[in-house]
Structures are given as C-alpha cells and as structure tokens.
C-alpha cells in the first residue's frame, strides 16, 4: 500500500457513506444493505484510528464525537428566528390575505404552503458547505448550541452535497416519526423503563440529552424549511426556489410542499389536509403559509417577531372521550388552588391523555363536570389538555356528587381564601411548600433575579434538604450544603454561587416582580419600583397611597398592601436586606416635554436587544407613559418576540403596532 493510499481510501470511503447516508435517511431510497453499510463504516473508522490525521470533522465517523456535557452554553442567531401568527380557521386565512393586499397594493402572484411539523425548530450553521454548529430555537434571538446532538442525527448532512462558499444558517424542524416513536416505546417497556409521552417531546428530549451518545440511540429526523444568515446571499428568488436548492443541497424537505397561486387554491390545500393528517408519520397540527417571492417578503417585513408575509393556518384540536376518575387540586406559584382531572389514559392527538385542566371551581360548575363522568377532552392549542363538558346521558339516571374544592390547602393546611368576583381561590401562606418550588424557580428565572443553575431540579433539591425555606433563604446557601446535594459538583456549585452573589446588584424592579405578587409583573413592579424609589417607602404605603401611582388601580393596590400584611413575606423582605439585595430604587419622575410626550405605549413579547425595563426607561424618559393594558387610549403597542393577546387585542381596537426597531424611529 502507497504512503497516500490511506488518505485516497478513507476520502473515498467518505464520499460512499454520505451517499449511502443521503439515500438511506433524506432520500427514503437505500442502495446497499445495513451489513454493506456497516461494513465501510468499520474500515473507515480502523483507518481514522491509525492515522488520527486522516479524520475530518465532517466524516461520518463523527456522528457521536464529543464528550458528555453538564449543560449547553448559550448562542446568539445571526438572523432572529421569527415565530408566525396564526390563523385559525378559512376565515382567519382569508383575513390574512386581505391584510397582504392592503399592504402590497397587488397580489403576491404565488404562495407555498408547507406542512407544519410538530417538532423542534434548530438552526443549522455551516461554513464553506461543512456543518459546524446548530443550536435550538430559544427565545429566537438566543438559543442553545446542541451541535454535538445534531451531528448525531443522519438527516443532517455534515457536508453539502453542492459546494457554498462562506456561511449559509438552515432552519428546520427536528421530529420523531409515529412508527419509531412506537417501537422506541415498545423498546422501553421491555427494558422496564418508562414509555415517553409523545413523539415531540420525545423529540425535544432526546435533542437536550447531555450525552451525544444517548441522542444517537434515539430516531431523530429532521425537514429543512428555510434560512438565517447567508453570506455571500444565495442566488434563490422564491420560497419555492429555497426549497428546491435545500434538496439539492441533501437537506430532506417535506414532499407535501405545494406552491399555488391564487388564494382558494392555499384555502383548499389546507382543509383537504385536516382530514389527511391522520394519514402521516408524523405529527402536524396545520399548514405554514408563505408569501413565495423573497423580494415580497423582504418588503412585507414583520410586527414584533411575526413576519407579516407568512401565517400558521391551526387545525382545531382532536376531542375524544374518557371516564374522569377524579378531581384534584395542585396549588401554584401565587397560592392559586388550580384543580384537574384524572382521567383515564386515552390518546388525543398522537399523546396519551391522563390529566386534564378543569381552570377553577365556576367552570367545573357551569360545565356540570362530576366524578365518575364520561367526559370530552381535547388538547387545547395541541398542547394542554383541557375537559369540554361531560355526556349527561351517560349517567343512566345516576346521581353524582357536586364538586367543591377544599376549604383548607391540602398541602399546609391554610384555610383557603376566595375574594369576591374572582375565580381562583388562594392558599395565602406564602411559605406553603408546595408554592415554594414554583416560587424559588420563579424568583431565580432570567426575566427576574437571573440565577443561572437554580431551576425546578435544583429548587427541589435545597427544599428537600430543608436548606431553602423561602426565596430569601438562597442568599444563605453555603458550598458545602450545595456539594452535599446529587448531581451537584464542584464546578456547579461554584458557579450557582457566583450567580446568587450577581443576582444582589438586580434592579429593584425585578426583585419587586421576582417575589411573586399577585398582579404584580414585570411591567407593574416597573411603574410601582419608579412611583416608591424602593422597598423601605414600599412596605409602608397604603393602598390610596398606591392607587394614587397612575396605572396602578386598587386590584394592585391592595394585593401590594396584603402582600406587606403578612409578616412571613415581610421577613422574607429582611432576608434579602441583610443579604444585600438591592432594594433600592431610582424614582424616576414622568418627563413632560419629549418626542413622546403624551403617547401612552404598551410592551409585549421579548425584543431583540431591549429588556422591559430598558424599553420602559426610554419611554418614560422621553415624556411617554407605559400601561399594562391595551385600550383606545393605546397610541403604540411595541410587540416583539411571542406576543400574546395585548397584541390581538391592539389588532382588534386598531391600535398601531410597532417593533423595536419602530419604538427608536419615534425616539429619535
């Protein structure tokens, strides 16, 4: 054997896998046998062994490379991945339609409809046709680098099957197909191990293994739809152009991709699917509708984080029946006393249902819901199981109790306490064990005190431990109590540490939202932090005194005033003090002349760069005001990643609707 013969052998020996890859897991056409296959894999990883030289990031030898990881760090999108609207509905599509023609002028000529996968949306990045990085969709502007997990999936090409200068971003959505979903399971059941829930969680799962090597067991897929950052830009004109050049590239795209012209058509497509869908492998739980012509999109632009040149057009959830065993209660962050069903196990939607919501007691009653009722479940908005009503006539004239939720918390024993006019009823010990792990995960969440490492698995822990009685006990955690603790090592503990200690110079204004008071979020405790300037002149006030404070009515108010009652929360307050915890504000007066003078605006949603408080600084400083809720008094909405119903409801009253890049247009 020549000295080159190695290199020759094990570059050709490349080239056949990822063919025989491309054919076997995008193409759906293998060519060689599983043993062939195999076969050329074992040489070509006996070669890279002898000549560690020889091995190339993009060999299919690199499949599981890298070494287990104890968390994922944190990457930044070249190009935000936007989140779509969603019409539910011919009506809602339509309506869609007509927005596109105000705003055009015309006609878009053409549209793609693309099934919508029911998976996890990734970012692929590649250099020079090489993969080499992916992350997680995240918060669309951030998500988490799992490149390690997704070389393990064999419908990610490592290198293009066409040569791309420079640096091309590829979205798509990573799944689990029904059949390997199934035979996963089976798999699990035999090894006693517990069976997943559903297919995309599954998915999502396996996708966030800290072990490539677990990934790779796991039957993960993947359809390309789209693009980020491309530079230089790729020479493609249409969305249906895109698509095409992704196949050739040796991405898998979904072949019920359609393009079509006129409107009825898209209209038709999309209820002659709602039937078909049963049919798939794989989960959909509608169509992606798209503007075709990139030049349209790039003019049509987007509203916050939706593009306005494309739309999700939702089919209604599947409804099924099933007995409810019973009622039970789980009590929540704020004390809310939240009752659901136990039911017996039925699949909704590719999932097995055994828990559904039943939201509060009112409903239960205005429903007529009992024990021992079968009763209509469905998945509301595919995701969360909700019960619609039972069947009365089920009841063959047997007389079933009415239900009445609990008079005293079944976790604490504190007599529960319903207001009048409001529907929850609240456990108001704000120590009860079970609110404190949904409080501690709360109070150390990213848009509140930002405690990297205190999550639901961490919280249980130091509560379990009987190191944390309330939030104000983080700030007394010691290293030897953490290491004394599973799962947590040096390195962890060090660097929760270090994240507790940061966590002390927040503004007051995220302490004031992170200790979890009823109506009291985010942009609240920014109107109450700039009106008190701080704790010490907080806890004194009096609800006239609060209502005084414009945007803050007497339902704040007096939850301020009844949160600062209780002496628990109030010492709970002087741990935090001791601590060192900022509690101290700036009042920061309403400006009265400014290039906002006299607008009110609403925020909305994550925006790429300014947090709720940045954005509310700039506001108020420039002569604006900053409300909670939206109204005909509403000048702007400034909408920005997973706007929720502020931004449906400013649609609805006509309200005009910015993003953040709108909101420093009106600053200037």
Not at 114 to 140: H, N, P
Not at 500 to 513: D, G, M, N, W
Not at 556 to 563: D, E, M, P
């Amino acid at each position: 054997m020549t000295p080159t013969a190695p290199a020759e052998r094990a570059a050709r020996l490349r080239e056949l896998l990822h063919r025989y890859n491309e054919e076997y897991y995008v193409r759906d056409a293998p060519t060689v046998s599983d043993a062939e296959y195999d076969t050329l894999m074992r040489e070509l990883r006996e070669i890279e062994d002898a000549h560690p030289d020889l091995r190339t990031p993009d060999s299919p030898t690199q499949r599981v490379g890298a070494a287990p990881s104890s968390t994922f760090a944190t990457v930044r999108h070249g190009v935000p991945m936007l989140s779509l609207g969603n019409a539910f509905g011919a009506d809602e599509l339509r309506a869609w339609h007509a927005r596109l023609l105000r705003q055009l002028d015309r006609e878009p000529g053409a549209y793609t409809v693309e099934l919508k996968i029911d998976g996890l949306a990734v970012s692929l990045r590649y250099r020079d046709g090489v993969f080499e990085s992916g992350a997680t969709r995240g918060d669309g502007a951030e998500g988490e680098d799992v490149s390690a997990n997704l070389r393990t999936v064999r419908s990610i090409p490592l290198r293009l099957q066409a040569h791309v200068d420079g640096v091309l971003e590829v979205r798509g959505e990573v799944y689990m197909r029904r059949s390997d979903f199934d035979r996963l399971n089976e798999q699990r059941v035999r090894d006693d191990e517990t069976p997943f829930a559903n297919p995309r969680n599954s998915a999502a799962g396996s996708l966030r293994q800290i072990d490539p090597a677990m990934t790779a067991k796991r039957p993960l897929r993947f359809f390309a739809y789209g693009i980020g950052a491309n530079e230089p830009p790729l020479r493609v004109a249409s969305q249906s152009d895109l698509l095409a050049a992704l196949d050739a590239y040796g991405f898998p795209v979904n072949k019920e991709t359609r393009r079509f012209e006129s409107i009825d058509d898209v209209v038709e497509f999309c209820n002659v699917w709602e039937s078909k869908r049963a049919q798939l492998d794989y989960g959909t739980d509608g169509v992606v509708v798209k503007v075709d012509s990139l030049a349209l999109q790039r003019e049509l632009g987007s509203v916050g984080r939706e593009p306005r040149w494309a739309v999700a057009f939702k089919y209604p959830p599947e409804e099924v029946t099933t007995k409810l065993r019973s009622i039970e209660v789980n009590v929540g962050r704020t004390g809310s006393v939240n009752p659901y069903a136990v039911l017996e196990p039925v699949q909704v939607g590719g999932v097995t249902v055994s828990m559904a919501t039943l939201h509060n007691e009112d409903y239960i009653h205005a429903k007529d819901i009992r024990v021992g009722d079968i009763v209509t479940v469905r998945r509301a908005g595919e995701v969360i199981p909700e019960i619609v009503g039972p069947l009365v006539a089920a009841r063959e004239g047997r007389q079933l109790p009415v239900y009445h939720l609990p008079t005293h918390c079944p976790v604490c024993g504190t007599p529960v306490q319903r207001a009048e006019g409001e529907a929850m009823a609240y456990c108001p010990n704000a120590v009860c064990p079970s609110q404190l792990v949904e409080r501690l995960a709360h109070f150390a969440s990213r848009g509140a005190m930002d405690i990297d490492g205190l999550g639901y698995q961490s919280a249980r822990a130091v509560i379990d431990a009987r190191f944390v009685r309330d939030v104000g006990d983080i700030y007394a955690l010691t290293s030897d109590q953490l290491l004394s603790l599973p799962r947590m090592g040096e390195k962890s503990v060090s660097n929760l540490l270090a994240s507790i200690e940061r966590s002390k110079t927040r503004p007051f204004a995220r302490v004031l939202y992170a200790l979890g008071i009823r109506f009291v979020g985010f942009q609240n405790a920014q109107l109450v932090a700039d009106a008190t300037g701080g704790m010490d002149a907080l806890e004194s006030m009096s609800a006239q005194e609060l209502e005084a404070v414009e945007q803050i009515g007497p339902v704040i108010a007096k939850s301020l005033v009844s949160f600062f009652a209780h002496p628990q929360n109030r010492a709970i307050v002087e741990k935090l003090r001791r601590a060192g915890v900022n509690l101290r504000g700036v009042a920061r007066p309403q400006a009265t002349t400014g290039p906002l003078s006299g607008k009110t605006f609403v925020l909305t949603g994550t925006l790429p760069a300014l947090t709720r408080e940045d954005a509310t600084a700039l506001i108020v400083g420039a002569g604006g005001k900053v409300s909670g809720s939206v109204s005909k008094k509403t000048d702007y909405v400034v909408a920005g990643e997973a706007a929720g119903s502020k931004l449906a409801k400013a649609e609805s009253l006509g309200v005009k609707i910015i993003d953040e890049a709108g909101l420093r247009d009106l600053l200037k």
